[in-house]
């Protein structure tokens, strides 16, 4: 109440405006070059021009944030939590300038300065702390928060190492080396020393047996959390909202009886034990492994949020059952599904209530997104695990599922097959616990992320729980991307073209995706027609000069650009696409010099990380790596087809790569991908989707017309019979698919390097061939058949990309978020008065 201490107009006086013009934003670069930095004028190199434009930015955010937050304490609304254990940030200075309205001035000002912004933009380090579109999804998620003023914060881990760095060695093969990330110092976390919880692990946990459900919980391993915040500039809005990540640290530094017995290395085994917690992001998208340490990684992240939550709600004064009316959790996968049975044990041993006001108040408080109906990506934890680093947790998660069986039990009287399917404990050696499970009863709704995937959630997965619990508990949220990354950041051109030619400011359409439907006219103006395919050439001639300079590899730019870009995965098929390109360079050589020239020029790019322990994912790298080598020294066909593996995928490198394409690849086995994110950021670029009818290209193509994307393969509903088929029928794969068939032979025979290397990879196709390589393929080269004819007519194939851009709206992350904000969290827009 006592503000300020002291003379208000001194206060006054010395508080910090935003920069608004270039002499005071060349003014605080030059004061942080000197008394931050401790540098000068005179040895600044672009590391150094990065940190102190980076510092000036910050600056500005701060003011921002520190208004943000200070209007959300005043106004006390009800806020969202969104845990995600990844945040796959990629780079903020670019962003945060576009954000603040002040990119050019900073242009200016840096030039004024003798620097370039290109050259300061590239010195900055990707934020890697995520495998792919989850940690993605979540980036875009607190953009939109903040642009749509939305009272959201963002808990995650402050991972020391984040996705490995990838290599490839000269035969091919991915090496893994570590992400130092934080080496060069990061400008865009603030430390919070001041604010940490204490966490516990192991110990045991003894009943009270006092009738009151509760537990002592003690001994084991305590840490300590502490806050590193991260400032997320909201577009056009002074809105800045958080992104808190926890660091762990020993609770004690060492050890002071070890090591005054001179015992150093026992001295300080506790607190490098402590450390390791937050040290590196796991590398497994899609596979659960039942790791103690990515256990400790969950459970210290959970209990550390909720202790902030739950503080910051204490403040309020409100007695705790209305603690669902202020906040909204979100957990992003069962990652956080520990929360559950963290807040009952809050709720029961720290706040004494009883269990079915806890559970009240968990089950109103919580929200699960789905990401995946793979089998095995679903998380379980192994019971002795549980028992042994949580003990108390195990107890509260028995507890949990003996009232929800019992009301099973009652709901489907004598149904022991129900129960069983149902239990969080599935049976086995050992027992596990079933995470899904947990986080779909202990949450207030459930969704998945796009329409069809949503569906097979309620119709497999979770099939039993909407009998139980009823449909109205499930939903869908189809996915978003924010559109000032993946449009006004990473395309400048296009999105000045874009203004132009809709005569809008781009603040507005920005924050209203669907206003790019006014391009649509101009589909049909020849003028705009060749503006627009101008500045595809020209991102194609920017990533043709990254290669080349990053790789010292020269890409023709007189071709079509052809790009598949995600994690490597069976189920997404980049072997289908690999085989492909075999197939096409082995009829390219079948044909005669004339004919070939009649063809369409393509280069093909791949990029993608394969987990580390993922052996056949690892061999389709090699593969791909090897038939590059040899088809673009092949003098027959290296004018009509490239191949390029652009090492180290990233949130920087696919910048660069999506506004490039002309077309790119979606091609998973129907029913496995659940949503997939960058078909939209292509499809938004104006580059044209070749896929199958999976996952968000479903709707993509609702949108933009079935005439403007290429489909092909199965459907969903086929997938369970073919598997079958090959099963119990299998056709030997020369009379199901000879074209598929020699291709593989030529692999075999060594066309590409050592054949025998590739056999398990090959075999996989041959046998069994679980993600239907055999029965896509031949409508796969038809597509691309197609794909190449539409292309060969210029003007109708801009005319394509055009219509595909200005249906895009819908795929805003904007419009995401506030589907979550209205129909899921239950919270509104928090605006701030602008600072002056
Ligand atoms: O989430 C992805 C899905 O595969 C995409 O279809 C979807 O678009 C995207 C956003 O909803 N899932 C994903 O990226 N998962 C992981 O990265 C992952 C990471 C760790 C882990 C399991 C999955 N243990």
Redesign the pocket.
């Given at each position: 109440e006592q503000w300020p201490k002291g003379d208000e107009k001194v206060w006054r006086a010395g508080t910090r405006g935003l920069d608004t013009d270039v002499p005071s934003i060349t003014k605080t670069f030059v004061n942080h070059v000197q008394t931050s930095l401790a540098r000068q004028a005179y040895n600044l190199d672009n590391l150094g021009a990065y940190q102190a434009a980076a510092l000036s930015v910050r600056d500005n955010l701060l003011v921002n944030w520190n208004e943000t937050q200070m209007n959300y304490t005043r106004k006390a609304p009800k806020r969202a939590y969104y845990l995600s254990?990844?945040f796959l940030m990629g780079r903020t200075l670019d962003n945060a300038m576009l954000n603040l309205g002040l990119k050019d001035k900073y242009v200016e000002g840096v030039k004024k300065l003798g620097f370039s912004i290109e050259d300061i933009l590239e010195q900055e380090r990707d934020a890697a702390l995520?495998?792919?579109?989850?940690?993605?999804?979540a980036a875009c998620y607190l953009d939109s928060s903040a642009s749509q003023e939305l009272p959201v914060w963002g808990y995650g881990l402050r991972y020391k190492y984040g996705i490995f760095q990838q290599l490839i060695s000269p035969e091919g093969n991915q090496l893994e080396a570590p992400d130092p990330w934080l080496d060069n110092q990061n400008p865009w976390e603030l430390p919070r020393l001041d604010v940490s919880y204490e966490v516990r692990f192991y110990g045991s946990a003894d009943r009270l047996n006092d009738g009151s459900g509760r537990s002592n919980w003690h001994g084991g391993q305590e840490v300590l959390a502490v806050a590193y915040d991260v400032m997320i500039p909201g577009y056009n809005t002074p809105t800045t909202n958080n992104l808190r990540l926890w660091e762990s640290k020993p609770k004690r530094g060492f050890d002071l009886n070890s090591f005054n017995a001179g015992d150093y290395e026992h001295a300080v085994e506790s607190s490098n034990s402590a450390a390791a917690i937050t040290s590196v992001l796991?590398p497994?998208?899609?596979?659960?492994f039942g790791k103690e340490l990515r256990l400790k990684q969950q459970y210290f992240w959970t209990a550390a949020s909720l202790q902030d939550i739950i503080r910051r709600f204490k403040n309020l004064g409100k007695p705790i059952t209305e603690f669902p009316d202020y906040a909204a959790i979100q957990l992003n996968?069962t990652?956080p599904t520990l929360a559950i049975p963290e807040l009952m044990r809050v709720l029961i041993d720290d706040e004494d209530l009883d269990w079915g006001t806890a559970w009240q108040i968990v089950t109103n408080t919580f929200f699960y997104?789905n990401?995946?109906v793979l089998p095995e990506?679903l998380?379980k934890w192994p019971v002795p695990l549980i028992e042994h680093v949580l003990p108390r947790h195990m107890q509260i998660i028995y507890d949990i599922n003996l009232f929800f069986l019992q009301a099973v039990e009652k709901k489907f009287p004598d149904d022991r097959d129900r129960l069983s399917r149902m239990s969080l404990i599935e049976e086995g050696q050992p027992k596990q616990v079933r995470m899904a499970h947990l986080a779909c009863i202990g949450s207030r709704k459930v969704n998945g992320?796009?329409e069809l995937?949503s569906d097979l959630v309620q119709t497999t997965i979770l099939k039993d729980f909407v009998e139980f619990e009823g449909v109205s508990k499930f939903g869908n949220v189809t996915?978003g991307i924010t559109p000032r990354r993946w449009l006004d950041q990473c395309n400048p051109e296009l999105s000045a073209l874009i203004s132009k030619t809709l005569k809008l400011d781009k603040n507005v359409w920005l924050k209203d995706l669907t206003k790019l439907e006014g391009l649509l006219p101009f589909a049909e103006d020849k003028k705009f027609r060749t503006e627009w395919a101008a500045i595809k050439q020209r991102n194609k001639e920017r990533l043709a000069h990254h290669v080349q300079t990053t790789l010292g590899l020269t890409v023709r730019t007189d071709a079509m650009y052809d790009v598949q870009i995600k994690?490597l995965h069976e189920y997404k098929r980049q072997t289908l696409n690999i085989l492909g390109v075999i197939h096409r360079y082995l009829t390219l050589k079948a044909m005669t010099t004339a004919e070939r020239a009649k063809t369409n020029r393509r280069v093909v790019f791949f990029a993608g990380k394969a987990a580390p322990a993922y052996y056949i994912a690892k061999l389709t790298i090699r593969l791909i790596v090897n038939v590059a080598r040899v088809i673009n020294a092949d003098p027959d066909t290296k004018d009509f087809l490239q191949l390029y593996f652009l090492p180290d995928y990233s949130v920087s490198l696919a910048e660069v790569l999506i506004p490039a394409s002309d077309i790119s690849q979606h091609i998973s086995t129907a029913g496995t991908?659940?949503?997939?994110?960058s078909n939209m950021k292509f499809c938004l670029n104006g580059g044209l989707l070749l896929g199958t009818v999976d996952?968000?290209n479903i709707e993509i193509a609702e949108e933009v017309g079935e005439s403007n994307v290429f489909f092909f393969g199965h459907l969903t509903p086929a997938v369970e019979d073919l598997r079958h088929q090959h099963l119990y029928h299998p056709v030997p794969i020369e009379e199901k698919c000879p074209a598929l068939a020699n291709v593989l032979n030529e692999v075999s025979k060594g066309l590409f390097g050592d054949g025998g290397v590739y056999e398990p990879l090959l075999n996989t196709v041959r046998h069994g061939d679980y993600y239907l390589l055999t029965d896509d393929f031949d409508s796969y080269i038809a597509a691309l058949a197609m794909v190449d004819e539409a292309y060969l007519d210029t003007e109708e194939w801009i005319k394509k990309s055009i219509r595909t851009t200005a249906k895009m709206g819908k795929f805003s992350s904007d419009r995401a978020i506030l589907e979550y904000a209205e129909s899921y969290w239950n919270i509104e827009a928090i605006p701030v008065a602008a600072a002056k």
């Amino acid at each position: 109440e006592q503000w300020p201490k002291g003379d208000e107009k001194v206060w006054r006086a010395g508080t910090r405006g935003l920069d608004t013009d270039v002499p005071s934003i060349t003014k605080t670069f030059v004061n942080h070059v000197q008394t931050s930095l401790a540098r000068q004028a005179y040895n600044l190199d672009n590391l150094g021009a990065y940190q102190a434009a980076a510092l000036s930015v910050r600056d500005n955010l701060l003011v921002n944030w520190n208004e943000t937050q200070m209007n959300y304490t005043r106004k006390a609304p009800k806020r969202a939590y969104y845990l995600s254990l990844e945040f796959l940030m990629g780079r903020t200075l670019d962003n945060a300038m576009l954000n603040l309205g002040l990119k050019d001035k900073y242009v200016e000002g840096v030039k004024k300065l003798g620097f370039s912004i290109e050259d300061i933009l590239e010195q900055e380090r990707d934020a890697a702390l995520g495998n792919g579109g989850l940690g993605r999804l979540a980036a875009c998620y607190l953009d939109s928060s903040a642009s749509q003023e939305l009272p959201v914060w963002g808990y995650g881990l402050r991972y020391k190492y984040g996705i490995f760095q990838q290599l490839i060695s000269p035969e091919g093969n991915q090496l893994e080396a570590p992400d130092p990330w934080l080496d060069n110092q990061n400008p865009w976390e603030l430390p919070r020393l001041d604010v940490s919880y204490e966490v516990r692990f192991y110990g045991s946990a003894d009943r009270l047996n006092d009738g009151s459900g509760r537990s002592n919980w003690h001994g084991g391993q305590e840490v300590l959390a502490v806050a590193y915040d991260v400032m997320i500039p909201g577009y056009n809005t002074p809105t800045t909202n958080n992104l808190r990540l926890w660091e762990s640290k020993p609770k004690r530094g060492f050890d002071l009886n070890s090591f005054n017995a001179g015992d150093y290395e026992h001295a300080v085994e506790s607190s490098n034990s402590a450390a390791a917690i937050t040290s590196v992001l796991y590398p497994n998208d899609h596979t659960s492994f039942g790791k103690e340490l990515r256990l400790k990684q969950q459970y210290f992240w959970t209990a550390a949020s909720l202790q902030d939550i739950i503080r910051r709600f204490k403040n309020l004064g409100k007695p705790i059952t209305e603690f669902p009316d202020y906040a909204a959790i979100q957990l992003n996968d069962t990652h956080p599904t520990l929360a559950i049975p963290e807040l009952m044990r809050v709720l029961i041993d720290d706040e004494d209530l009883d269990w079915g006001t806890a559970w009240q108040i968990v089950t109103n408080t919580f929200f699960y997104t789905n990401h995946t109906v793979l089998p095995e990506a679903l998380e379980k934890w192994p019971v002795p695990l549980i028992e042994h680093v949580l003990p108390r947790h195990m107890q509260i998660i028995y507890d949990i599922n003996l009232f929800f069986l019992q009301a099973v039990e009652k709901k489907f009287p004598d149904d022991r097959d129900r129960l069983s399917r149902m239990s969080l404990i599935e049976e086995g050696q050992p027992k596990q616990v079933r995470m899904a499970h947990l986080a779909c009863i202990g949450s207030r709704k459930v969704n998945g992320v796009a329409e069809l995937h949503s569906d097979l959630v309620q119709t497999t997965i979770l099939k039993d729980f909407v009998e139980f619990e009823g449909v109205s508990k499930f939903g869908n949220v189809t996915n978003g991307i924010t559109p000032r990354r993946w449009l006004d950041q990473c395309n400048p051109e296009l999105s000045a073209l874009i203004s132009k030619t809709l005569k809008l400011d781009k603040n507005v359409w920005l924050k209203d995706l669907t206003k790019l439907e006014g391009l649509l006219p101009f589909a049909e103006d020849k003028k705009f027609r060749t503006e627009w395919a101008a500045i595809k050439q020209r991102n194609k001639e920017r990533l043709a000069h990254h290669v080349q300079t990053t790789l010292g590899l020269t890409v023709r730019t007189d071709a079509m650009y052809d790009v598949q870009i995600k994690r490597l995965h069976e189920y997404k098929r980049q072997t289908l696409n690999i085989l492909g390109v075999i197939h096409r360079y082995l009829t390219l050589k079948a044909m005669t010099t004339a004919e070939r020239a009649k063809t369409n020029r393509r280069v093909v790019f791949f990029a993608g990380k394969a987990a580390p322990a993922y052996y056949i994912a690892k061999l389709t790298i090699r593969l791909i790596v090897n038939v590059a080598r040899v088809i673009n020294a092949d003098p027959d066909t290296k004018d009509f087809l490239q191949l390029y593996f652009l090492p180290d995928y990233s949130v920087s490198l696919a910048e660069v790569l999506i506004p490039a394409s002309d077309i790119s690849q979606h091609i998973s086995t129907a029913g496995t991908e659940a949503s997939g994110t960058s078909n939209m950021k292509f499809c938004l670029n104006g580059g044209l989707l070749l896929g199958t009818v999976d996952g968000a290209n479903i709707e993509i193509a609702e949108e933009v017309g079935e005439s403007n994307v290429f489909f092909f393969g199965h459907l969903t509903p086929a997938v369970e019979d073919l598997r079958h088929q090959h099963l119990y029928h299998p056709v030997p794969i020369e009379e199901k698919c000879p074209a598929l068939a020699n291709v593989l032979n030529e692999v075999s025979k060594g066309l590409f390097g050592d054949g025998g290397v590739y056999e398990p990879l090959l075999n996989t196709v041959r046998h069994g061939d679980y993600y239907l390589l055999t029965d896509d393929f031949d409508s796969y080269i038809a597509a691309l058949a197609m794909v190449d004819e539409a292309y060969l007519d210029t003007e109708e194939w801009i005319k394509k990309s055009i219509r595909t851009t200005a249906k895009m709206g819908k795929f805003s992350s904007d419009r995401a978020i506030l589907e979550y904000a209205e129909s899921y969290w239950n919270i509104e827009a928090i605006p701030v008065a602008a600072a002056k």
